[in-house]
């Protein structure tokens, strides 16, 4: 396996950072790599900012619902939708941006920022830092907008904390690759077994990680899967101006 393969079949959250600071040259890297992936039809839609002041980090930790390591981690990384940019080039060519109001534009940005998270998160790992997402800022979107100065047709959509690890995490196994992978047509017919299996699987990984309030998949999806868990995030798109409703 070469060590980029590696480093993929290593990954795991982290939820414990040192207060050490991340070089300017490792982020300057890391971000040079996002900056490099692919973006549909070279829209380049997607803005990153920085948070490296840890009283912001803090507050953010707060908005996000209470999660310690994002005040830990000495840099903060918020991808942000930003129709604001392409809608310069839009009027510049003289017409007015309607894609911002779709579903097509709300999906593709979601899939273009997924791509500069996924290219932030090697990079930093192959730099030996450890990181983990951040879904939660979502959880309160205006927050996040007001801490970030982010304009109209702008959405703080993910967030990633990276630096230093103090604790590594272990492995938190997966699902069966069947329910991942199908071979030339999809096949859920194994989905019911696999996922009785996976419950009690991730039910040993709690106990061994001493976590005794873990809850099997199916339940903890449950959990957060009955509701819409940050409802804030259509109201919110909606005054950015990403209306979704096209
Ligand atoms: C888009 C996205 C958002 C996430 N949001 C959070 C979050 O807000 N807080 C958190 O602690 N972990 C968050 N995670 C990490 C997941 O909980 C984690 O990836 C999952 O439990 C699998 O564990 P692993 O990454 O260690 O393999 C997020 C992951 C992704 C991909």
Known sequence: MNATLKLQQAHRSIRSYTDEPVSDAMLDAIIAA??????SMNMQEI???VVRDAGRRARIAEMAGSQPWIAQASVFITVVIDFHKTDLGVRKAGLAQLIQESMEGFGVAAVDAGIVL?????AAQSLGLGVVPIGGIRRDPQGMIDLLGLPP?????VGLCLGHIAHDAPQKPRLDSRTFRHDERYDASGYSAAIDVYD???????REVTRSQGLPWSEALAARLHSVYFPQVKPVAAMQGL???K
């Open 34 to 39: 996002a900056q490099r992936a692919p973006t």
């Open 47 to 49: 803005s990153l900012v």
């Open 118 to 122: 996924a290219n932030l998160m090697l």
């Open 153 to 157: 047709l702008t959405f703080p959509l």
């Open 200 to 206: 009690e699987t991730l039910k040993h990984h709690w």
């Open 243 to 245: 209306l979704n409703d």
